[in-house]
C-alpha cells in the first residue's frame, strides 16, 4: 500500500512543477488616458526606436525637423492598430506551442477494500492505471503546419496594418504641408488685393476713377480673406489628423518643423510598366500574401481533419496490489471507426479551401484593377505636372519683367500689383498640381503596397521591432 502512495504523490508532484501562475494586469481608464496624453515626440524611448530601424545616431534629440519616414516610424512606435496586430502575431506564435504540445497521460487511481479478508491477509486491492495517448497519421506535425500558416497569416496582417498607418501618416503630412504652403500663398494674395483696394481708393478720392470701380476691389478682398480662414481652418484640421495618424496628441507637433517635399518624385516610380506593376504586387503585395497563407491554412487543416480519420492509440499500463500480491497488466486501445469517419469534418475542411481560394481570386483581380488605374491617373497627372510648372514660371518672369518696368518708371503700382496676384494664382494651380501627383503616388504605392523611395528593410522589420521602453 505504501508504494502506491509514493507513486501516486510523485505523479502529483511532477504534474505540479512547472505550472504558469496567474498574474492579474487590471485596466485603469484615467491611467491609460493619462499615458496616451503623455505621448511625444521626445519620448527617450521613441529615440531608441528610430537609432534602431533609421541606423543613426540623434546626438540632439529631438530633431526639430521630422520628414515623412521619421513620422512613419513614430506611427509605428505609437499606434494602437499596431499594437493590436502584434498582440494578434503573438497570439498565432503561441498557437504554435499549443500545436505542438503532446497529448498527456491520464493517471486513474482505483481504491478497494475487502470486508470480508481471510485472517493474516491485507483488505487492500489498490489498482493504478494509466492511459497513453500515442497519435498517429501525423497529426501533430499536420497541426504545427496549420499553426505556421496562421502565424504567417497574422505576420502578413501586421505588415499591411502598418502599410495602411504608414499611408495614412503620408497621406496627413501631404494636407497638412499643402495646407500650409497655400496658407501663406493666401496671405500674400490678401496683401496684394488688399494694396489694389488702396491704391484706388486714392484714384476715387483724386477724381480719377468713379466710385463703383472700388466695389469689384473690395469683393476681391473679402474673398481672398475667406479663402484664407477656410485654408486656416484645414491647417488646424490637418495638424488634428496627422497627429491622429502617428498615435500622439496635437500638443506633441508643438514647436517642430514637418517636412514633405511636394516637389519630389522617386526615380523607382519613373518608367514603371504596368506588367512590371503587376508583377511586382503578385510578388509581394501584403494582402496577397496573406490571403495564400490563409489558402495554405485551410488546405492543412484539411489534411489534419482526414489524417483524424485514423484512430489514435491508447496504452493502458496497469498496477494492483491485490491483497498482499503484486499485479501488472497491459492494454491497448483504439477508437473504432464505425459509426463515422470523421466526413464532417473533413467536408466543412475542404468547403473552408473552396472559400479561402474563391476569396484569394476575388482579391486578386481586385487589385489588379486597383494597379491599372493607380498606373494610368499617375501617368496622366505625371504629364500634366508639367504644363502647371510651366504657367507658374511663365506667371513669375511676366511679373519680374513687370517689376523691372516698374522699377524704372514706365509702369504704375498697380500694374505690378496685378501681376503678383497673377503669379500667385499661378502657383495655387501648381500647388494643386503637385498636390494631385503626391496622391496619385500615393495611390500608386497604395496598390503595390510597397514604398516607392523608401528603404525596404525598413519597412519590413520596423513594424515588428519590440519597443524599447514605456511611453513616457
Known amino acids: 500500500m505504501l508504494r502506491v502512495e509514493c507513486l501516486v504523490c510523485f505523479v502529483v508532484i511532477l504534474a505540479l512543477t512547472g505550472c504558469a501562475h496567474f498574474e492579474p494586469r487590471p485596466i485603469s481608464p484615467a491611467q491609460t488616458a493619462a499615458e496616451l496624453e503623455r505621448r511625444s515626440l521626445t519620448n527617450a524611448g521613441l529615440k531608441s526606436f528610430l537609432q534602431q530601424n533609421l541606423h543613426r545616431e540623434f546626438s540632439n534629440w529631438a530633431p526639430p525637423q521630422w520628414d515623412c519616414d521619421m513620422l512613419s516610424l513614430a506611427a509605428f512606435y505609437y499606434h494602437p492598430s499596431l499594437d493590436v496586430a502584434r498582440a494578434q502575431w503573438r497570439v498565432a506564435q503561441a498557437g504554435l506551442k499549443t500545436a505542438g504540445g503532446i497529448p498527456n497521460p491520464t493517471l486513474t487511481v482505483t481504491p478497494g477494500y475487502d470486508t470480508t479478508f481471510a485472517s493474516g491477509v491485507s483488505p487492500w486491492f489498490p489498482a493504478v492505471n494509466l492511459d497513453v495517448p500515442i497519435e498517429t497519421a501525423g497529426k501533430r506535425g499536420k497541426r504545427i503546419a ?5 502565424s504567417a497569416s497574422a505576420r ?20 497638412f504641408v499643402a495646407d500650409q504652403s497655400r496658407e501663406a500663398l493666401l496671405k500674400k494674395q490678401v496683401v496684394a488685393q488688399d494694396q489694389i483696394a488702396k ?74 510598366s504596368l506588367p512590371e506593376v503587376r508583377r511586382q504586387a503578385l510578388l509581394s503585395r501584403l494582402d496577397i500574401l496573406g490571403a495564400l497563407a490563409d489558402y495554405a491554412a485551410a488546405e492543412a487543416t484539411l489534411r489534419l481533419e482526414i489524417a483524424k480519420q485514423y484512430p489514435d492509440v491508447h496504452l493502458n499500463p496497469g498496477y494492483q496490489f491485490d491483497q498482499g500480491q503484486d ?6 486501445g483504439v477508437d473504432l471507426p464505425v459509426f463515422n469517419h470523421n466526413q464532417g469534418p473533413i467536408a466543412e475542411a475542404e468547403a ?8 484569394f481570386n476575388e482579391l486578386q483581380a481586385k487589385v489588379l484593377a486597383e494597379i491599372e488605374r493607380a498606373l494610368a491617373v499617375f501617368r496622366v497627372t505625371e504629364s500634366n505636372s508639367a504644363g502647371w510648372q510651366a504657367l507658374a514660371d511663365e506667371q513669375e518672369k511676366q511679373r519680374a519683367a513687370i517689376e523691372a518696368q516698374f522699377q524704372a518708371g514706365e509702369l504704375e503700382r498697380s500694374n505690378l500689383l496685378n501681376a503678383e496676384l497673377e503669379s500667385l494664382t499661378a502657383q495655387l494651380v501648381r500647388l494643386d498640381g503637385q498636390i494631385k501627383l503626391q496622391q496619385a503616388l500615393r495611390n500608386l504605392e497604395d496598390a503595390l503596397q510597397s514604398p516607392l523611395g523608401w528603404s525596404e528593410t525598413l519597412w519590413t522589420s520596423a513594424p515588428r521591432t519590440t519597443k524599447e521602453a514605456k511611453h513616457e
Request: charged residues 25%; neutral net charge; proline residues 2%.
Open 156 to 175: 502578413f496582417n501586421l505588415a499591411s496594418t502598418a502599410w495602411q498607418v504608414r499611408s495614412g501618416v503620408r497621406a496627413k503630412l501631404l494636407l
Open 199 to 272: 491704391l484706388l481708393e486714392q484714384k476715387i478720392a483724386t477724381g480719377d476713377l468713379a466710385g463703383w470701380a472700388l466695389t469689384s476691389a473690395r469683393i476681391a478682398v473679402a474673398k481672398a480673406r475667406l479663402d484664407l480662414a477656410e485654408a486656416q481652418s484645414q491647417s488646424v484640421e490637418a495638424r488634428v489628423d496627422l497627429a491622429e495618424a502617428i498615435g500622439v496628441p496635437a500638443g506633441a507637433l508643438d514647436g517642430i518643423e514637418l517636412a514633405f517635399e511636394l516637389q519630389s518624385e522617386p526615380d523607382a516610380a519613373k518608367g514603371l
Open 352 to 359: 473552408r479551401r473552396a472559400e479561402a481560394a474563391a476569396r
Open 327 to 332: 499485479k501488472w497488466s497491459l492494454g491497448i
Open 146 to 150: 496549420v499553426a505556421e500558416q496562421l
